[in-house]
T-cell receptor, first 109, second 116 residues
Framework: GQNIDQPTEMTATEGAIVQINCTYQTSGFNGLFWYQQHAGEAPTFLSYNVLDGLEEKGRFSSFLSRSKGYSYLLLKELQMKDSASYLCAVGDSNYQLIWGAGTKLIIKP | ETGVTQTPRHLVMGMTNKKSLKCEQHLGHNAMYWYKQSAKKPLELMFVYNFKEQTENNSVPSRFSPECPNSSHLFLHLHTLQPEDSALYLC???????????????FGPGTRLTVL
């Protein structure tokens, strides 16, 4: 079967760094996506990895290891506005996105 | 604003009602999607349209009926729903289904549906 696992909830402190992990088992692989979803709002695209390694985009970075079926999203210099759910999704062999349940990130002052 | 709009934003309906959800995208995309989002569960893909043709129907009950009159508009017609159908219904669009690196999806704000 197809499965995406990520922690349900994490808590971090403003100004700190947090790493949100995602492991996956899918039929085929056509890239891994991270989305951010604030409460009551639509998910918005953060990053896309298709090759192994680290992609950096400002305060956010995303890492992929295809051999391990593993990715993480790294958030630096955390701000209160980063409080949101972070969704991991993998493109399968049909180019459909298989979604994780999301990680709710709580930022404390 | 993501370029994808959904109406209504909130809907309360009885189990015998018939209602429709509307989605419109202004991005010139060719693929459109309906998702169901329930609390603490992964997004569930319901329907996919590519160039107005339905390409995916993930075992969705027949009480949900999609319609895609053109590549910019997508409807979800609802009838005789059950309380467990209460959820956030999200519409999304993407440039294309065929090319993985074009599969970034742009989401609308969703319709919060409550079935009494």
């Amino acid at each position: 079967g197809q499965n995406i696992d990520q922690p349900t909830e994490m808590t971090a402190t403003e100004g700190a760094i947090v790493q949100i992990n995602c492991t996956y088992q899918t039929s085929g692989f056509n890239g891994l996506f991270w989305y951010q979803q604030h409460a009551g709002e639509a998910p918005t695209f953060l990053s896309y990895n298709v090759l192994d390694g680290l992609e950096e985009k400002g305060r956010f970075s995303s890492f992929l290891s295809r051999s391990k079926g593993y990715s993480y999203l790294l958030l630096k210099e955390l701000q209160m506005k980063d409080s949101a759910s972070y969704l991991c999704a993998v493109g399968d062999s049909n180019y459909q996105l298989i979604w994780g349940a999301g990680t709710k990130l709580i930022i404390k002052p | 604003e993501t370029g994808v709009t959904q109406t209504p934003r909130h809907l309360v309906m009885g189990m015998t009602n018939k209602k429709s959800l509307k989605c419109e995208q202004h991005l010139g995309h060719n693929a459109m999607y309906w998702y169901k989002q329930s609390a603490k569960k992964p997004l569930e893909l319901m329907f996919v349209y590519n160039f107005k043709e339905q390409t995916e129907n993930n075992s969705v009950p027949s009480r949900f009926s999609p319609e895609c009159p053109n590549s910019s508009h997508l409807f979800l017609h609802l009838h005789t729903l059950q309380p467990e159908d209460s959820a956030l219904y999200l519409c999304a669009s993407s440039p294309s289904l065929e090319r993985a690196n074009y599969n970034e999806q742009f989401f609308g704000p969703g319709t919060r549906l409550t079935v009494l």
